[in-house]
Every structure is written in C-alpha cells, then in structure tokens.
C-alpha cells in the first residue's frame, strides 16, 4: 500500500511538472500549428547561467529569476530571427528549424561546457508535508504549486483574454485574422516569449533531480509533447490531465513491473489514444467545409 501511494501522488506531482513542459509546447501550437522541439535546449542554456550565477554565490530566487528571463529572451530571440521567418516556407520547415537550433545549441554546450553532469540547486530542502505514508520535500510542493498555478493562469488567459483568443484566431484563420487587425508575427514571437520562460520554469524543477547537461531536460520535454498528443494539441487542460495519467501510469510502471518498460508503457498510451482517438481526448475535431 505504502508502495502503490508513494507512485500515485509522485506520480501526480512529476505529471503536473509533464503537464507544464507540454504547456510550453502547447503555446506556440496554439499560434503557429507545430511545435518546438528546442524547448529543452532553450532550458539548458538558461539554467548554465543559473548554473554560474548561482556558484557565484547569488540567493537561488534571483538564480530563479534569471533562468526564467534568460529563457524568454532566448526563446523570443529564436523565434524572431529564426523559426517564425522559416514559416514562410511552411510549418514543416518552421519544425525542422526548430529541430536544428535545437542540435546547434547541443553542439555549442558540448564544444565549449562539456557533458559532465552538474549539481543544480533545488526549489526547497527537507520535507513539508506528509500525505498518509508519503512525505513530499519543498521542493515537491513548490513544484506543484507553481506548476499547478502557470497552468492555471495560460489556461485562464487563452480562453478570457483579447491576446488568447486572438492566438486562436491566427491559428484557425490567419487570414481572417490578418483583415480583422490581428497583428499575427507579433503574437508568434511573443508566443516564443512565453514558451521561453515556460522552458526555463521547468528546467528549475528537472535540473536537480536529473543533474544539469545539455540533454537533461529534453527527457521530461518527450513526456511533455506525450501529454500534448494523448490529452490534445490545443487543449491546456487536456495536457494537464493527461501529464498526470502519464505521471501515475509511469510510476506505477517502474514501481510493480520495471523502470526499463516506462517507456514502453509511454508508448502504449500514445498508440492507444491515437488508434481510439487521434486528436487527443480533449482536441478538437477537424473541420472541412464542402
């Protein structure tokens, strides 16, 4: 019992932090219909400097705050001069440039950092609360709380604010959009803003656990792209509910059969979701006029 409580609320918390990578990834979709494949390169470079600030003696909150706007001010510089001018080839190219940035910043890390793996600071130390058999650390509940409240506000802001429906309407018809005054580059490169900081939030909360190397974060982010594709590209909360069904599911795997089959059962869920629904369990259908 003990066992199968400890996977189920870790499991809960690590697919919140799932549910969050898919968000960052969710947001740019949601603008430009393709996804980034750098999010977890743009977190690696953000959390070097923390990394340096932090070994230089500065308090983690303003490490926190730093790997969060080194985040958006890369993500932002990426989408500008990068990615967004790639779309007029298409959003496959847009794709495949994100893919690219993403393998040149693993180059640069590797030539001039190196791969060893680094300690990265946590969240919070020692336990803050007991839930039945399970004690959660602080760095387990500032977690879920952030996680939990980002989530929240995107989810809020897409669906109540000008600027998240007008990222829908660029989505949807960016022509339309484009005659009713929506200034659609700008809302892509601002998207690329906030999948930035997004990338970097997570990077805070996967870099102790994982240790800090050019590749560390780009795990959690195939989990996050997995809640995206099970839960539904365009739906926040359908991110959210499948990041924590992937986070039990996973854990439950490693706890009562074997770490090496989670990403098997990753895998599973993905091609269930896809053969039984394949716009995710909270997309949205495709629509053609005829």
């Known amino acids: 019992m003990d066992l199968f409580e400890t996977s189920l609320i870790s499991g809960v918390v690590s697919g919140l932090l799932y549910a969050l990578a898919g968000v960052g990834l969710v947001v740019i979709y949601r603008v430009s219909g393709y996804v980034s494949f750098a999010q977890g390169d743009i977190a690696a470079v953000a959390l070097y400097l923390?990394?340096?600030l932090h070994q230089g003696g500065v308090p983690y909150l303003l490490v926190a705050v730093a790997v969060v706007v080194a985040g958006a001010a890369l993500?932002?510089?990426?989408?500008?001069?990068v990615v967004v001018p790639m779309e007029r080839f298409g959003i496959l190219a847009a794709a495949m440039?994100?893919?690219?940035?993403?393998?040149?910043?693993?180059?640069?890390?590797n030539a001039f950092i190196g791969g060893e793996?680094?300690?990265?600071?946590?969240?919070?130390?020692?336990?803050?609360?007991?839930?039945?058999?399970?004690?959660?650390?602080w760095a387990d509940v500032i977690s879920f709380v952030v996680c939990g409240a980002i989530v929240a506000v995107l989810a809020a802001g897409f669906k109540r604010t000008r600027v998240g429906i007008a990222m829908r309407a660029v989505?949807?018809?960016?022509?339309?959009?484009?005659?009713l005054g929506v200034a659609s580059i700008s809302l892509k490169r601002m998207s690329w803003i906030v999948s930035g900081a997004l990338a970097g939030v997570t990077g805070l909360?996967?870099?102790p656990i994982y240790s800090l190397t050019p590749t560390s974060v780009n795990a959690i982010v195939v989990f996050g792209f997995a809640a995206i594709v099970v839960?539904?590209?365009?739906?926040?909360?359908?991110?959210?509910?499948?990041?924590?069904?992937?986070?039990?599911?996973?854990?439950?795997?490693?706890a009562y059969i074997s770490t090496d089959?989670?990403?098997?059962?990753?895998?599973?869920?993905?091609?269930?979701?896809?053969?039984?629904?394949?716009?995710?369990?909270?997309?949205?259908?495709?629509?053609a006029r005829v």
């Open 50 to 52: 923390g990394f340096w």
């Open 75 to 81: 993500g932002g510089l990426i989408g500008r001069f």
């Open 97 to 109: 440039a994100t893919i690219a940035v993403g393998i040149t910043i693993q180059g640069l890390e």
């Open 117 to 137: 793996a680094r300690p990265f600071p946590s969240a919070g130390e020692g336990a803050a609360l007991t839930i039945g058999s399970v004690t959660l650390t």
């Open 171 to 179: 989505h949807d018809n960016p022509s339309a959009a484009e005659l």
């Open 205 to 207: 909360f996967i870099a």
């Open 231 to 254: 839960g539904g590209f365009d739906s926040i909360a359908g991110a959210v509910v499948a990041g924590i069904a992937i986070g039990i599911a996973t854990n439950l795997t490693a």
């Open 261 to 287: 089959l989670v990403t098997l059962s990753l895998f599973l869920m993905l091609v269930t979701v896809l053969l039984v629904r394949p716009q995710g369990l909270f997309g949205r259908r495709p629509m």
